[in-house]
């Protein structure tokens, strides 16, 4: 009973004395009078004038890689079975025209890409979306040679961003079509590789390739370190 007692008188005590401490209330901070200096309106043009140019840098490399990136979403074809109709119609000497759309025309049916071959001095003369440059003019798919063939791979200015942007999608013996006055000359893909822009080369003829066409762009995508060549022969 004794024990108990004390213990309970102890623990009064405890409290009592607990009672008596008073802790110290906190000071409540306050952001209204701080001395945070204001941004200049020089110091802000800047910060805008960095923001549009991180932007714009942005814009301008991922540019390049929105044609190639519909392209592998989209997977674009051209139904080949009215241009193998037609070829077989010119080897018989017939004339036939699978299209509507005007001018001599390059066709390559597994990406998508139906183009106008354009004359002229060099490659400047495909501008805006107009289509690809004939390089060689003195040969066509009705003489022997080497026809040559350039586009852009990518142009700022074109919607289509360049007729030539998936060029190395072409695979070994995919088909090509030229359009030529009227008539549809088919031809096979029998080869493509990489070369510097010095390897000039790629325009000779091929003696055991008769009729050939050779097509190039840029090399890589957003680049003019090299050329993808794509080579290929009348059939």
């Known amino acids: 009973m004794g024990d108990h007692l004390c213990q309970f008188k102890g623990t009064m005590y405890s409290i009592t004395i607990m009672s008596n401490l008073s802790i110290p209330s906190r000071k409540t901070v306050s952001f209204k009078n701080s001395n945070k200096p204001k941004r200049s309106t020089r110091s ?63 066709i390559l049916a597994s990406i998508g890409v139906n183009a106008q071959i354009i004359e002229g001095k060099n490659i400047y003369v495909i501008g805006k979306n107009q289509g690809v440059w004939h390089e060689t003019p003195i040969i066509n798919p009705t003489t022997p040679g080497n026809i040559v063939i350039a586009g852009h791979r990518f142009l700022y200015t074109a919607t289509n961003g ?12 995919d088909k090509i ?3 030529w006055n009227d008539k549809v000359y088919e031809y096979q893909v029998y080869n493509s590789k990489t070369v510097l822009p010095t390897q000039v080369d790629i325009r000779d003829n091929d003696p055991n390739v008769p009729k050939k066409l050779t097509m190039y762009t840029c090399y890589p995508l957003g680049s ?10 009348q059939l």
């Open 162 to 173: 360049g007729y030539f942007n998936n060029l190395p999608e072409l695979k070994l013996n």
């Open 224 to 233: 003019t370190a090299k050329r993808f060549v794509i080579e290929a022969k």
């Open 44 to 106: 802000k043009v800047t910060i805008v004038i960095l923001i549009v140019v991180a932007l714009g840098s942005l814009i301008v490399i991922v540019l390049p890689y929105i044609p190639r990136l519909r392209f592998l979403l989209t997977r674009p074809k051209i139904d080949p079975i009215s241009y193998q109709q037609a070829a077989k119609a010119t080897k018989k000497g017939e004339t036939t025209t699978p299209t509507k759309q005007p001018g001599n025309r390059l």
């Open 177 to 179: 079509f030229v359009q």
